[in-house]
T-cell receptor
Framework: KAGVTQTPRYLIKTRGQQVTLSCSPI?????VSWYQQTPGQGLQFLFE???????NKGNFPGRFSGRQFSNSRSEMNVSTLELGDSALYLC??????????????FGSGTQLSVL | EDQVTQSPEALRLQEGESSSLNCSYT??????LFWYRQDPGKGPEFLFT???AGEEKEKERLKATLTKKESFLHITAPKPEDSATYLC???????????FGKGTKLSVKP
């Protein structure tokens, strides 16, 4: 079974630009969560999607948004990039997500650098 | 406010030198505590889930334990391949969000 796939692996953008990251979950998994990882803050929850609906959202500004498609693939968008958005963005999938106590399967992440 | 604190931030061991990593938490309605391992350039990889105080789980040289306020990850006779960052996370009760600690970076020297 293929794991969680994130593309691209690396991105370099400049301030003010926008970026879209992609995540393909494990086949059969309907929940996709996104996390931001930085050396100072660690892993922080961005949002979770289940069956094309955002089910939960972390404490991030509205510049961070996402969506999920009918095949459970998900995209995350960051508009008007700031230097502080430089981070590793991780996607994780599970079968049900939410309050179901499942382990998450993570992708290898997209390393975003904002110059 | 829900919090997860891991200590130490970094730990250097000689091969075969056993030690423990700590994860203390304050969360309303704990639904589970998770341990993950993260290698450089990769996403976290699941190790254990613990649900209630007194529970223990083992996998090879790793053993995780849980009390009402903290969890320990014991590493017995570590090998260089155990070098990684170990992350602790708790699932809180209202939305089911996973709250991660900042991790312990373990280095095992031969």
């Amino acid at each position: 079974k293929a794991g969680v796939t994130q593309t691209p692996r690396y991105l370099i953008k400049t301030r003010g630009q926008q970026v879209t990251l992609s995540c393909s979950p494990i086949s059969g998994h309907r929940s996709v969560s996104w996390y931001q990882q930085t050396p100072g803050q660690g892993l922080q929850f961005l949002f979770e999607y289940f069956s094309e609906t955002q089910r939960n959202k972390g404490n991030f500004p509205g510049r961070f948004s996402g969506r999920q498609f009918s095949n459970s693939r998900s995209e995350m968008n960051v508009s008007t990039l700031e230097l502080g958005d430089s981070a590793l963005y991780l996607c994780a999938s599970s079968q049900q997500g939410g309050l179901a106590n499942e382990k998450l399967f993570f992708g290898s992440g997209t390393q975003l650098s904002v110059l | 406010e829900d919090q997860v604190t891991q200590s130490p931030e970094a730990l250097r061991l000689q091969e075969g030198e056993s030690s423990s990593l700590n994860c203390s938490y304050t969360v309303s309605g704990l639904r589970g505590l998770f341990w993950y391992r993260q290698d450089p350039g990769k996403g976290p990889e699941f190790l254990f889930t613990l649900y209630s105080a007194g529970e223990e789980k083992e996998k090879e040289r790793l053993k995780a334990t849980l009390t009402k306020k903290e969890s320990f990850l014991h590493i017995t006779a570590p090998k260089p391949e155990d070098s990684a960052t170990y992350l602790c996370a708790v699932r809180e009760g209202s939305q089911g969000n996973l709250i991660f600690g900042k991790g312990t970076k373990l280095s095992v020297k031969p």
